[in-house]
């Protein structure tokens, strides 16, 4: 009912930086939350950032004061600001969201993820 699609993947190196975006769509009658999660090889996957429909926002603390997520309501769309980027930041990169459908409850979606690899 809901799909989300992530973009902006891809190489960068260290100190560069990277915009992702998830573009939502569906039969979305209201988004609670949205989120970018990553998942390194061999790790499990973790929370980077998120946002309430209240614009309250959380972030790891390993990306603290380099990220930033924000979003475009009128696009449906999460964007995350990756600034100073790290090897550590190395993962595939999950957009999630809870979303209220129309006519139904609250349920949350993900992405299929889009690859980010910080190396020089």
């Known amino acids: 009912q809901v799909q989300l699609v992530e973009s902006g993947g891809g190489l960068v190196q260290p100190g560069g930086s990277l915009r992702l975006s998830c573009a939502a769509s569906?039969?979305?009658?209201?988004?609670?939350?949205m989120g970018w999660y990553r998942q390194a090889p061999g790790k499990q996957r973790e929370l980077v950032a998120s946002?309430?429909?209240?614009?309250?926002?959380n972030y790891a603390d390993s990306v603290k004061g380099r990220f930033t997520i924000s979003p475009d309501n009128d696009k449906n769309t999460v964007y995350l600001q990756m600034n100073t980027l790290k090897p550590d930041d190395t993962a595939v990169y999950y957009c999630?969201?809870?979303?209220?459908?129309?006519?139904?409850?609250?349920?949350?979606?993900w992405g299929q993820g889009t690859q980010v690899t910080v190396s020089s």
């Open positions: 999630g969201g809870d979303f209220r459908v129309i006519g139904g409850t609250s349920a949350y979606y």
């Open positions: 569906g039969s979305i009658f209201g988004i609670n939350r």
């Open positions: 946002i309430t429909s209240s614009g309250i926002t």
